[in-house]
C-alpha cells in the first residue's frame, strides 16, 4: 500500500472539509464529565481518547513506576520500555520502530533541535536535556507515524514528557552518591494557594571520567579519559486556575552544564588507528539550555483538548582545550553554535455530535542557527560557517474522529506544511479501532510521513560541504495492533509495523576530507512490538518485552541499516512492593546486531534497584547499573573514518546510594 489511490484520496478530503463545514455550524459543548487520566491517553490523537479507542502502540509510564525504579533521568526511564536509545557521552538518542526520527514534546511542546544533530541522532533530540525526573507525571511512547498530526520529526513515533502540577504543600531533598565520584543533589517544593499552584524543581550532578569494559580491547575497568560532567537543572511551573475549565500555565526548564568532550573514549582504537579516531583527552564542552512556554487551557475533557501557546527554546554550547590543529575533529569542530526555536500554537477540539468530534488548530515555528566551525584551511580544505539562518514554518491540521456502531472508532486528518527553505507537504492518516470489550481493541492505520533536513545539513559545517538543494524525506507507514487483558489478568500489547522512507539523507564523501549531506537512500523498515504485564501475586509483578525490526537500505550508503542497534530487543523487569520494601529489577538485551558496527553481536545488561522508607517521611535506596559489568555498546561506529568497531562503549557497573527527605 505505496499510495492511496485517486478516488480515496478524494474521499479522504471530502471527509475533512465535510468535517469543517459542520465545525463552523453552531454547537454546544455539552457538560464534560469527569475522567481518570490513567484510562485516557493524549498524546495519539492530540486529545484524551480511552486506550482501548485509540488506534495506536501506546506505552504509558507512571509517575508510580517512575518512582519505584529509582530511575535518574529520562533515558533512565525509558530503558524498561521497547524504547531503545543510542547513547555516547554526547547525547542519549531515542529510537521508535528502528529509527531514530523520533518526535520529544515536553507537555505537547516539541523539544527537537533543527540546527543540526551529528550527535543527537537524525530527530535533533538529545534526551539528555529534558525536565528533572521528580517534575514527571507520566511519560506517553506513541509507536509509528504522526505526521499527520505533528508534522516532520514523528517518522518512528513520539515521546511527550507530561509534567506535574502541584496539589498541595510539599518539600522534598534528595541526596545522592556513588561511583566515580557521583554527586547528586535535589531539592523540590510546591504548593497550591487558592487558585495558584507552583512547583520547582532543583538539582545539581557531579560526576568524574566514568570507567567500562571494552568491546574492542577486553579491557576491564578501563577509564574514559574526559567524560567527566557537571551539570545544574531548573524546572518550574506556575499554574493560575480561572475556573470553568479555563487556566493558564508558565513552564522554565534551565540547564547549564560543563563536560569532557571525549567523543570516541577507547584508548586503544585509538593508538591501533594511527590516531584515526576521535579521541579528544582535553576538549571541554560548555552549554546552556532555556526554555520558556506560555498556555492558556479551556474546555478540557473527553475528546477536548483547546490551548494555545507560546514558547521559546534556546540552547548554546561552545567547546574549548582543542588538541592542536593537525587534527582537529571532522564531524564538529565547532567552537561555539546557538540554536532558538521561537513558536506559536493554537488547538481547538469542536463536539459535532455524540459520535462526532472535530481537531484542528494551527503552529508557527521559526528556528535560527548560528555556527562558528573551524574556518581556517587544513588540508586544502576550508571550514564552512553560518549566521542567523533561518527556517520557518506555518501549518494547519485538521483530523475528523467518529465513534461508529458496534465499538468502532474512525479518524481520518491531513496537515500541510509550508517551509520557507523546503516548500509545502502535505501528509494524511487513516485510522480504524474495533473495541471487542472492556479489555480488548484492534486496530489498523496508515500515514505518510516526512522529515526535513537540519540547516547545518543544508548550510554545512566545518569539513561538511553546504547542500542548498536537500529534500525533505517522505514516506509512508501501515500498523496493526493489539491490546488487551486475559482472564489470568495478563495484559498485552502487540504491534506490527512496515514503512517506507525515499530521498533519505545520509552524508558521502564527496573529495579529499570533505562530505555532504545528500538524498542518496531508500529505507525501509518492517518489525513488531510486544509488551506483557502480569501481577503474580500482590506483592510481585513481572514485565516483559521483545522487539523485531529488519532494515534494509537501497542507495550510496547502508548506515542505517548496519547501525540497527537492535535487531531483536529484550526486556525482562519483576517488581516487588509489601509493607517498607520495594525492589526493581530489569534486564535488557539484544541479538542479531552488525559485526560492522558493534564489537559483539549480543549483549546483556542488568540494574537492580531497591527502596526502604522506614517512616512516611523517608526513603533510602541503593541503584546498580549495569550488575555484570557488561562490554557494549548502543552507538554504533560503523561509517566512521577509522573503520574500527566499539568506538562509542557503554559505562560499566555503577552503584548509587541515596536518600529522600520530605521536610
Request: a neutral charge; charged letters at 25%; zero cysteines.
Given at each position: 500500500?505505496?499510495?492511496?489511490?485517486?478516488?480515496?484520496?478524494?474521499?479522504?478530503?471530502?471527509?475533512?472539509?465535510?468535517?469543517?463545514?459542520?465545525?463552523?455550524?453552531?454547537?454546544?459543548?455539552?457538560?464534560?464529565?469527569?475522567?481518570?487520566?490513567?484510562?485516557?491517553?493524549?498524546?495519539?490523537?492530540?486529545?484524551?481518547?480511552?486506550?482501548?479507542?485509540?488506534?495506536?502502540?501506546?506505552?504509558?509510564?507512571?509517575r508510580e513506576e517512575i518512582e519505584r525504579s529509582g530511575a535518574v533521568n529520562v533515558p533512565d526511564i525509558l530503558k524498561?520500555?521497547?524504547?531503545?536509545?543510542?547513547?555516547?557521552?554526547?547525547?542519549?538518542?531515542?529510537?521508535?520502530?528502528?529509527?531514530?526520527?523520533?518526535?520529544?514534546?515536553?507537555?505537547?511542546?516539541?523539544?527537537?533541535?533543527?540546527?543540526?544533530?551529528?550527535?543527537?541522532?537524525?530527530?535533533?533530540?538529545?534526551?539528555?536535556?529534558?525536565?528533572?525526573?521528580?517534575?514527571?507525571?507520566?511519560?506517553?511512547?506513541?509507536?509509528?507515524?504522526?505526521?499527520?498530526?505533528?508534522?516532520?520529526?514523528?517518522?518512528?513515533?513520539?515521546?511527550?514528557?507530561?509534567?506535574?502540577?502541584?496539589?498541595?504543600?510539599?518539600?522534598?531533598?534528595?541526596?545522592?552518591?556513588?561511583?566515580?565520584?557521583?554527586?547528586?543533589?535535589?531539592?523540590?517544593?510546591?504548593?497550591?494557594?487558592?487558585?495558584?499552584?507552583?512547583?520547582?524543581?532543583?538539582?545539581?550532578?557531579?560526576?568524574?571520567?566514568?570507567?567500562?569494559?571494552?568491546?574492542?580491547?577486553?579491557?576491564?575497568?578501563?577509564?574514559?579519559?574526559?567524560?567527566?560532567?557537571?551539570?545544574?537543572?531548573?524546572?518550574?511551573?506556575?499554574?493560575?486556575?480561572?475556573?470553568?475549565?479555563?487556566?493558564?500555565?508558565?513552564?522554565?526548564?534551565?540547564?547549564?552544564?560543563?563536560?569532557?568532550?571525549?567523543?570516541?573514549?577507547?584508548?586503544?582504537?585509538f593508538l591501533d588507528s594511527g590516531g584515526g579516531t576521535n579521541y579528544f583527552a582535553n576538549i571541554v564542552q560548555t552549554?546552556?539550555?532555556?526554555?520558556?512556554?506560555?498556555?492558556?487551557?479551556?474546555?478540557?475533557?473527553?475528546?477536548?483538548?483547546?490551548?494555545?501557546?507560546?514558547?521559546?527554546?534556546?540552547?548554546?554550547?561552545?567547546?574549548?582545550?582543542?588538541?592542536?590543529?593537525?587534527?582537529?575533529?571532522?564531524?564538529?569542530?565547532?567552537?561555539?553554535?546557538?540554536?532558538?526555536?521561537?513558536?506559536?500554537?493554537?488547538?481547538?477540539?469542536?463536539?459535532?455530535?455524540?459520535?462526532?468530534?472535530?481537531?484542528?488548530?494551527?503552529?508557527?515555528?521559526?528556528?535560527?542557527?548560528?555556527?562558528?566551525?573551524?574556518?581556517?584551511?587544513?588540508?586544502?580544505?576550508?571550514?564552512?560557517?553560518?549566521?542567523?539562518?533561518?527556517?520557518?514554518?506555518?501549518?494547519?491540521?485538521?483530523?475528523?474522529?467518529?465513534?461508529?456502531?458496534?465499538?468502532?472508532?474512525?479518524?481520518?486528518?491531513?496537515?500541510?506544511?509550508?517551509?520557507?527553505?523546503?516548500?509545502?507537504?502535505?501528509?494524511?492518516?487513516?485510522?480504524?479501532?474495533?473495541?471487542?470489550?472492556?479489555?480488548?481493541?484492534?486496530?489498523?492505520?496508515?500515514?505518510?510521513?516526512?522529515?526535513?533536513?537540519?540547516?547545518?545539513?543544508?548550510?554545512?559545517?566545518?569539513?561538511?560541504?553546504?547542500?542548498?538543494?536537500?529534500?525533505?524525506?517522505?514516506?509512508?507507514?501501515?500498523?496493526?495492533?493489539?491490546?488487551?487483558?486475559?482472564?489470568?489478568?495478563?495484559?498485552?500489547?502487540?504491534?506490527?509495523?512496515?514503512?517506507?522512507?525515499?530521498?533519505?539523507?545520509?552524508?558521502?564523501?564527496?573529495?579529499?576530507?570533505?562530505?555532504?549531506?545528500?538524498?542518496?537512500?531508500?529505507?525501509?523498515?518492517?518489525?513488531?512490538?510486544?509488551?506483557?504485564?502480569?501481577?503474580?501475586?500482590?506483592?510481585?509483578?513481572?514485565?516483559?518485552?521483545?522487539?523485531?525490526?529488519?532494515?534494509?537500505?537501497?542507495?550510496?550508503?547502508?548506515?542505517?541499516?548496519?547501525?540497527?542497534?537492535?535487531?531483536?530487543?529484550?526486556?525482562?523487569?519483576?517488581?516487588?512492593?509489601?509493607?517498607?520494601?520495594?525492589?526493581?529489577?530489569?534486564?535488557?538485551?539484544?541479538?542479531?546486531?552488525?559485526?560492522?558496527?558493534?564489537?559483539?553481536?549480543?549483549?546483556?545488561?542488568?540494574?537492580?534497584?531497591?527502596?526502604?522508607?522506614?517512616?512516611?517521611?523517608?526513603?533510602?535506596?541503593?541503584?546498580?547499573?549495569?550488575?555484570?559489568?557488561?562490554?557494549?555498546?548502543?552507538?554504533?561506529?560503523?561509517?566512521?573514518?577509522?573503520?574500527?568497531?566499539?568506538?562509542?562503549?557503554?559505562?560499566?557497573?555503577?552503584?548509587?546510594?541515596?536518600?529522600?527527605?520530605?521536610?
Amino acid at each position: 500500500m505505496r499510495l492511496l489511490k485517486k478516488k480515496q484520496k478524494q474521499r479522504l478530503v471530502g471527509i475533512l472539509l465535510s468535517g469543517t463545514l459542520l465545525a463552523a455550524a453552531p454547537a454546544a459543548y455539552a457538560e464534560e464529565q469527569e475522567f481518570s487520566l490513567d484510562e485516557y491517553v493524549v498524546t495519539a490523537s492530540r486529545m484524551p481518547v480511552k486506550k482501548t479507542e485509540t488506534a495506536a502502540s501506546v506505552t504509558v509510564v507512571t509517575r508510580e513506576e517512575i518512582e519505584r525504579s529509582g530511575a535518574v533521568n529520562v533515558p533512565d526511564i525509558l530503558k524498561n520500555t521497547t524504547v531503545t536509545i543510542q547513547n555516547d557521552r554526547t547525547a542519549s538518542v531515542p529510537t521508535l520502530n528502528g529509527d531514530v526520527r523520533v518526535l520529544v514534546l515536553v507537555d505537547g511542546r516539541e523539544v527537537n533541535w533543527k540546527g543540526g544533530g551529528m550527535h543527537m541522532g537524525q530527530s535533533g533530540a538529545n534526551l539528555d536535556y529534558l525536565p528533572n525526573v521528580d517534575s514527571i507525571e507520566r511519560i506517553e511512547i506513541v509507536r509509528g507515524p504522526a505526521s499527520a498530526l505533528y508534522g516532520s520529526d514523528a517518522v518512528g513515533g513520539v515521546i511527550n514528557i507530561i509534567t506535574r502540577q502541584a496539589s498541595g504543600p510539599s518539600v522534598r531533598y534528595t541526596a545522592e552518591a556513588g561511583s566515580w565520584g557521583l554527586r547528586r543533589y535535589k531539592l523540590a517544593t510546591e504548593d497550591k494557594i487558592g487558585d495558584w499552584s507552583f512547583r520547582l524543581n532543583l538539582e545539581r550532578e557531579r560526576q568524574d571520567d566514568y570507567y567500562y569494559h571494552s568491546g574492542y580491547s577486553g579491557d576491564k575497568d578501563a577509564r574514559a579519559v574526559n567524560t567527566d560532567l557537571n551539570q545544574d537543572k531548573l524546572n518550574f511551573r506556575l499554574d493560575k486556575d480561572f475556573g470553568r475549565e479555563r487556566s493558564l500555565t508558565l513552564t522554565v526548564d534551565h540547564t547549564d552544564g560543563r563536560k569532557g568532550f571525549n567523543v570516541m573514549p577507547d584508548y586503544h582504537a585509538f593508538l591501533d588507528s594511527g590516531g584515526g579516531t576521535n579521541y579528544f583527552a582535553n576538549i571541554v564542552q560548555t552549554y546552556v539550555e532555556n526554555n520558556v512556554s506560555l498556555t492558556y487551557s479551556w474546555n478540557q475533557g473527553e475528546q477536548a483538548n483547546n490551548f494555545i501557546r507560546l514558547y521559546r527554546n534556546y540552547l548554546t554550547y561552545d567547546y574549548n582545550n582543542h588538541m592542536d590543529m593537525t587534527y582537529p575533529d571532522y564531524y564538529f569542530n565547532g567552537l561555539s553554535y546557538t540554536n532558538q526555536a521561537d513558536g506559536a500554537e493554537w488547538q481547538q477540539t469542536w463536539k459535532i455530535s455524540d459520535r462526532h468530534t472535530l481537531l484542528g488548530g494551527a503552529a508557527w515555528r521559526q528556528v535560527t542557527a548560528d555556527s562558528l566551525e573551524y574556518a581556517i584551511p587544513f588540508m586544502n580544505v576550508p571550514g564552512y560557517t553560518y549566521s542567523d539562518k533561518k527556517i520557518s514554518n506555518r501549518a494547519f491540521f485538521l483530523e475528523n474522529n467518529w465513534r461508529l456502531p458496534k465499538d468502532w472508532s474512525l479518524s481520518a486528518g491531513a496537515r500541510y506544511d509550508d517551509y520557507t527553505l523546503f516548500g509545502s507537504k502535505t501528509t494524511t492518516r487513516v485510522t480504524a479501532n474495533r473495541k471487542l470489550n472492556e479489555f480488548t481493541n484492534v486496530y489498523a492505520s496508515w500515514g505518510q510521513i516526512f522529515k526535513t533536513p537540519f540547516i547545518a545539513d543544508v548550510y554545512g559545517g566545518g569539513f561538511m560541504v553546504p547542500s542548498p538543494n536537500l529534500k525533505p524525506e517522505t514516506g509512508d507507514v501501515i500498523t496493526l495492533g493489539l491490546n488487551t487483558r486475559l482472564a489470568s489478568g495478563t495484559e498485552l500489547q502487540a504491534s506490527l509495523f512496515s514503512s517506507r522512507l525515499d530521498d533519505a539523507l545520509d552524508y558521502i564523501m564527496v573529495g579529499t576530507n570533505k562530505y555532504q549531506w545528500r538524498n542518496v537512500n531508500e529505507l525501509k523498515r518492517k518489525g513488531l512490538d510486544l509488551s506483557l504485564k502480569h501481577r503474580l501475586s500482590p506483592q510481585w509483578q513481572v514485565t516483559a518485552g521483545y522487539s523485531y525490526t529488519d532494515v534494509k537500505e537501497e542507495g550510496a550508503t547502508r548506515r542505517d541499516e548496519f547501525s540497527n542497534n537492535e535487531p531483536h530487543g529484550y526486556r525482562l523487569g519483576l517488581q516487588y512492593g509489601q509493607d517498607k520494601w520495594n525492589a526493581d529489577f530489569s534486564l535488557r538485551g539484544a541479538t542479531g546486531r552488525s559485526r560492522q558496527a558493534f564489537s559483539a553481536s549480543d549483549y546483556w545488561v542488568t540494574d537492580l534497584g531497591v527502596n526502604y522508607r522506614p517512616d512516611s517521611l523517608t526513603r533510602v535506596y541503593v541503584k546498580a547499573y549495569n550488575l555484570t559489568n557488561e562490554a557494549y555498546e548502543l552507538h554504533g561506529s560503523y561509517g566512521d573514518a577509522s573503520g574500527f568497531t566499539g568506538l562509542y562503549p557503554m559505562a560499566g557497573r555503577q552503584i548509587v546510594f541515596g536518600i529522600e527527605q520530605r521536610l
